[in-house]
């Protein structure tokens, strides 16, 4: 199984970027689809991005298309969501994840998280 380490989150105003890393150990990052979901607080985790083995597709929920970007570096083991254009309405903790397949919005394996929070 691979393990998974958020890092990047942190307090920002509305309309700054941040950029969130997942870095992978454990077996073989390529061999995985990944995605990244948040929780904000009170609601149900929900799925953010996803992106393909080799990183060439992606896909995004409605609510960030446009404003984040997930990327991936399979020779850093290294996943990434650039965030831009942040709103308040983004303060969530995010986690990265394996995905069984492209196009799932079910997260398999999960790191533990970063909290990102915007404020107005």
């Known amino acids: 199984q691979v393990q998974l380490v958020e890092s990047g989150g942190g307090l920002v105003q509305a309309g700054d970027s941040l950029r969130l890393s997942c870095s992978a150990s454990?077996?073989?990052?390529?061999?995985?689809?990944m995605g990244w979901f948040r929780q904000a607080p009170g609601k149900e985790r929900e799925f953010v991005a996803g992106?393909?083995?080799?990183?060439?597709?992606?896909y995004y929920a409605d609510s960030v298309k446009g404003r984040f970007t997930i990327s991936r570096d399979n020779a850093k083991n290294t996943m990434y969501l650039q965030m831009n254009t942040l709103k308040p309405e983004d303060t969530a903790i995010y986690y990265c994840?394996?995905?069984?397949?492209?196009?799932?919005?079910?997260?398999?394996?999960w790191g533990q998280g970063t909290q990102v929070t915007v404020s107005s």
């Open positions: 994840a394996t995905l069984t397949y492209y196009g799932s919005r079910r997260g398999d394996s």
């Open positions: 454990g077996r073989t990052f390529s061999n995985y689809v």
């Open positions: 992106i393909t083995r080799n990183g060439i597709l992606t």
